[in-house]
């Protein structure tokens, strides 16, 4: 849940101001392609934790269209397992 909070609350920040800086885009793209490989919740809510800790110091305004996208596809994929 947390994850598709930040993910929508980012998005729309975008849309409002241009993001700034983003986490690191290899961190992301590394964690999108564990998220799209887990075949169970606990998997999915590791991946969950685990983007918090990337994201959660950082502002809205500070994710790049790059780094949301890449985001939106996480939450797609932890999402598909129960993670809300």
Request: with cysteine; charged share 30%.
């Amino acid at each position: 849940m947390r994850l598709i909070h930040l993910a929508l609350a980012t998005s729309l920040a975008l849309a409002a101001c241009g993001g700034k800086k983003s986490p690191p885009q290899a961190e992301l793209d590394a964690l999108k392609t564990e998220a799209c490989a887990c075949k169970d919740k606990a998997c999915a809510e590791k991946i969950d934790q685990r983007m918090y800790d990337l994201t959660g110091n950082l502002d809205e305004k500070d994710f790049d269209d790059k780094a949301m996208s890449t985001m939106m596809e996480i939450a797609a994929c932890v999402t598909a397992l129960g993670v809300d």
